[in-house]
C-alpha cells in the first residue's frame, strides 16, 4: 500500500468503471429489501466545492453502510438543469458577443451549456467516490423529465389551485424576474429611514387648529409614490402631540420615542383616540394630488416606528391584503427594469428614475426625498442596518413588486392542513427539522410559480385579444406528451395551431384567436417533481422513498417543494425520513462561499485525496456548520495515515498466514489475542449503532481511538515481539496472526463507507496481493460475526492489568530519566504482594505473559503475606540478546553479545 493519495486515486475509479462495480454491488443484493435514497439534484453552472463533497459524501456513506447491511440501495444521481443563473451567465456571453438570438436559439446554448457541466461534475463526483447508475441519471432538461413537471402542475390545476394574479412578488432587478423565497438571501442592509407627515385637511373634526398630520416611517422612501392608505391599528390608543407648530398623530405608546427621534423639545399630548376611530379619515399624499385614506390593520405593531404604516399595495404583502380588503387599487408604477413608468400618476421629474441600488444608493430615493422635503412633508430621516432580501444570484437587495402571475393557492382544498399533516408523519433528523419546515409551510404565502425567463419548462397558458388567460389541465397533459418525445422547445418553435393539433379543447377555447404565454414555471416545480420521475417513473423504486439528505437551507427549498408536490399529486410526502446538515464555515466560523473565491473540490482531492476530504467529512457532527480549512484538513491527513499505517502494520504481518491451514479457533487463541478480538467486536457493535443514528462522526471517533490506542499504543506495540522473533509457524504467532486476520477484516470493513480507496486497496492486497481486485471491499457484508467475539470477564481482566501496565511504566520512566535504562526491555521488574489479594491472583494467573505485556525482559512475582502490592524496577541482569533484545541472565556480555537468548535459538532452529 502506497500513499500519494491525489494521484493514485483516479486508477481506482477507472478500475471500478470498468468492472461495473456499482452494477455488481445491485445484482448482490437484487433480491434483498432496499433502501431507497433519493438524490437531490445540484445546479449544473461550475466546479463542484467542498459543500457538494460534504453532502455527497454523507450519502455515501449511508449507501455503503446500507448495502454492506443486505439492502438493495440503488442510486440515481440527477441534475438541475434550468434556471436563471444558467440563463444569466449564457446572455452575458452572448452579449459579450454581440448576438441577440432568438428564445429556441437560447435555449439550446442553456441546454449545452448545462450538459458541459453535467460532464464536468460527473467525473468529479466519480473522482469523490460515489457510486451510482451514472447511465441512467436524471436531468431535469430531458424530454421525459419536463413532460413529468407539466403533468404535475396539471394536477395542481386539475384541483382548481392554480389561478392568476396581479401580486407582490419578490423582483430581482438585474434578472428581471420573480424569485422564489429558497432564492432569497437576507444580508445586513444600510437603509434610508424616514419620517413622512400626511396631512389632514379635516382637523376640526378632532377640535385641532393647528395643521393636523399623520406621520409614517418607512426605510423604502422609493415606494411612497405607490402609496395609497395609511394603516392604523383599531385598538391602539392614538395620540396627537403637539409639537409647536403642528400636531401629529402617532401611536401613543411611541410618542415619547417619536419626540426624541424628532428632537422634540417642547411637546405634549393634546388628544387620543383609538385607531378605530381614525378609519376613512382622508389624509393627502405628500406630493401626488390624491387621498390616502387611512385604513385598519391588525397587523401594525408599535415595535418600532409611529405605530401609522405606510401603505403602497403594489409592494408587499401585508399591503396589497389591506388593499383588497379596502378596494384599493394594486398599483405598481415600477417596471421589470426597475423603472418608474410613465403611467399618468408619476410625477415626470420620477418618470425614468431607477429604485435598483447601486454602490449604496438608489436613485428613486433622492428625487423622493428631494419631493418630500419641499412639499415639507420630510420630517427626519437617518440611516438604518437591518436585514434586507437579497437575490441569491444578483447580489442586490430586491423590492417587492405586483405584477401578473400564475399562483398556487396553498390554503385551498385544505391544502396547508394536508401538508403540515404530512410532515408530521415524516422522521426528521435532527428532530428541530419539524419545527423549521413546518413553520416555512405555515407561514409562506401562495405560491408564486411563474418566472420570466427563457430557460425553464413553458407554463401552458395561452392568452386571448383582450389578455384573458386560458389554462386546463387536460390541455397540459396533452402538450407534456407532445414534451415527452420533442421537449419543451416545441413551445417555442411551433404555432399555437400545432401546439394544439390533436387537443381536445374546453368548449370555452374555441373560436378564440389565442397567443402563447412566455412565462417559464418556477424551477422548485422541476426538481421538486424528481420523485415522480425516478421514484414511481423506475423499476425498482417505491414511493416514498426512505430518505432525503440535503443541507438545512432545503427546509425553504427541495424538501418543501417536493412536499407540496407529492401532497397535491400524490396524497403525501415522497419521503419517510429527512437528514439534514449544516453549512461550511472558514475556520474562524465566517461563511464560506464559493463566490468568494473559496477553492474548487478538485483542488483539495489533488492536494489531499478523496479519502482525506471524506474523511473530514465524516469527523464532523455534520448537523452543526462545519469548519473547513487546509489546516483542518491537514489535521485529518494525520488520522487517515494512522489508519493507513494500521492497515499496513497488519498486511505486513499477513504474508505467510494462511487462514485455511494456520488459523487458530477464537477460544484458542492466546488471552491478549482473545481481548483484542474482544475490543474489535466491541467497536463493531458500537460502530454499528452510530452509523444506524447517522452519527458518522462517532464512528471516526470510536474507529480512530481503536486504531490508535487499542491498537498501535497497546496490541501491536506488544505484538511485535512474537510476531518477529518467534518461529514462523509458533502457535503464539499463529494466535496472534489469527487476530490480526479477524480484527483487519473488522476494521477495513467498518471504515469502508468512509474512506473506499484506502480500503479497498488494502482489502485487494489481503485477498489477492495486488492493487486491485474485481472482489471489491463494497460488495462484502458487513462484519456482524465480530459481535459474538466478546468476552466481558477477559475484558474486566485487561482493564486491570493495563492499568498496572501503566503503573510499571512510571517506574521505568523514572530509571531511563535516571539514564540507567534506554529502552523498557533493558528492565527487571519485580512484583510482590499478598497471594490471597485480587489484585496479585490476577497477575499471577497471567505471570505466563506478563513479560510480554509490560515489553521488558524480566519479571519476579513475590508473594509476601499480608502485604500490599508493590512494583520495583531496575537494570535487567545478564547480557542482551543481539535479535530480539530481550536481557538473559545466561548472556554474560552485557550489549555485545553475539549469541542468541534460548528463545531466539529455537525459533532459529526452526526457521
Known sequence: MRANLGKREPARVEHWNKIGLY???????????????????PFTNGELHLGHALNKTLKEIVLRYKAAQGFRTPYVPGWDCHGLPIEHKVTKELQAEGKDLPTAELRDKCDAFSEHWIDVQRSQFKRLGVLGD?????????????????????????????????????????????????????KDHSSPSIWVAFDIADKAKFGIEKPLSIVIWTT?????????????????????????????????????????????????????????????????????????????ADYVTTESGTGCVHTAPGHGQEDYMTGLKYGLDIYC????????????????????????????????????????????????????????????????????????????????????????????KVKWIPNWGQKRITANVEARPDWCISRQRSWGVPIPAFYDEDGEAYMDAGVIKAIADKVATAGTNLWYTSTVEELLDGVELPESWKGKTLKAGTDTLDVWIDSGSSHFSVLKGREGFDWPCDLYLEGSDQHR??????????????????????????????????????????????????????????????????RADIGISEQILGGVGDAYRLFRNTFRFQLSNLYDFDYEQDALKIDELHELDRWAV?????????????????????????????????????????????????????????????????????????????????????WAYFKEGSDFTEDALVLQAWPSEAKEWQDVNLADDFVELFAFRDQVNEKLEALRAAGEIGRSLDA?????????????SRLSRYQHFLEELLIVSQVELAANSGSELSVSAEKASGGRCPRCWRWEPQLNNGTDNEHTCSRCDQALKKA
Open 828 to 840: 527487571f521488574v519485580k512484583i510482590s504482594g499478598d497471594s490471597a489479594s485480587e489484585d496479585f
Open 23 to 41: 452494477q455488481k454491488l445491485q445484482d448482490k443484493n437484487a433480491d434483498k429489501p432496499a433502501f431507497l435514497l433519493h438524490d437531490g439534484p
Open 678 to 762: 474482544h475490543k474489535a467486536g466491541e467497536l463493531a457493535e458500537a460502530v454499528e449503532k452510530a452509523y444506524e443514528n447517522y452519527e458518522f462522526h462517532k464512528v471516526y471517533q470510536l474507529c480512530n481511538q481503536f486504531a490508535s490506542v487499542t491498537l498501535s499504543s497497546l496490541y501491536h506495540d506488544i505484538l511485535k515481539d512474537r510476531l518477529y522473533t518467534l518461529a514462523a509457524d509458533s502457535p503464539l504467532r499463529r494466535s496472534s496472526q489469527t487476530a490480526i486476520y479477524h480484527i483487519f477484516k473488522t476494521l477495513v470493513r467498518l471504515m469502508g463507507p468512509i474512506i473506499p480507496f484506502t480500503t479497498d486497496e488494502a
Open 333 to 424: 408604477p415600477v417596471n421589470d427594469e426597475g423603472k418608474y413608468a410613465d403611467d399618468g400618476q408619476i410625477p415626470d421629474f420620477l418618470v425614468g428614475e431607477s429604485v435598483l441600488e447601486e454602490k449604496g444608493w438608489v436613485p428613486a430615493n433622492g428625487k423622493v426625498l428631494k419631493a418630500l422635503d419641499e412639499a415639507g412633508a420630510l420630517l427626519k430621516k437617518k440611516k438604518i442596518n437591518h436585514s434586507y432580501p437579497h437575490c441569491w444570484r444578483s447580489k442586490t437587495p430586491v423590492i417587492f413588486r405586483a405584477v401578473d402571475q400564475w399562483f398556487v393557492a396553498i390554503d385551498k382544498n385544505d391544502t396547508r392542513k394536508k401538508a403540515i399533516a404530512a410532515i408530521e
Open 134 to 186: 451514472w447511465e441512467n441519471e436524471y436531468k431535469t432538461k430531458n424530454p421525459a423529465y419536463e413532460a413529468e413537471i407539466l403533468r404535475t402542475l396539471a394536477s395542481f390545476v386539475e384541483q382548481d389551485l392554480v389561478y392568476r394574479s396581479k401580486k407582490p412578488v419578490y423582483w430581482s432587478i438585474p434578472c428581471a424576474t420573480a424569485l422564489a423565497e429558497a432564492e432569497i438571501e437576507y
Open 557 to 622: 427549498g427541495w424538501f418543501q417543494s417536493s412536499l407540496w408536490t407529492g401532497v397535491i399529486r400524490a396524497g403525501g410526502a415522497p419521503y419517510k425520513s429527512i437528514l439534514t446538515h449544516g453549512f461550511l464555515v472558514n475556520q474562524d466560523g465566517s461563511k464560506l462561499s464559493k463566490s468568494d473565491g473559496a477553492m474548487t473540490l478538485m483542488h483539495y482531492m489533488d492536494k489531499f485525496g478523496s479519502d482525506v476530504v471524506r474523511l473530514w467529512v465524516a469527523s464532523t457532527d455534520f
Open 220 to 296: 423604502t422612501p422609493w415606494t411612497i409614490p405607490a402609496n395609497l392608505a395609511v394603516a392604523v391599528h383599531p385598538r391602539l390608543t392614538y395620540a396627537f402631540v403637539d409639537a409647536g407648530e403642528k400636531v401629529h398623530i402617532v401611536a401613543k405608546d411611541l410618542a415619547e420615542q417619536f419626540a426624541t427621534d424628532l428632537g422634540l423639545e417642547d411637546w405634549k399630548i393634546v388628544h387620543e383616540l383609538k385607531g378605530e376611530e381614525l378609519e376613512n379619515v382622508q389624509p393627502h399624499h405628500p406630493f401626488i394630488d390624491r387621498p390616502s385614506p387611512i385604513v385598519l
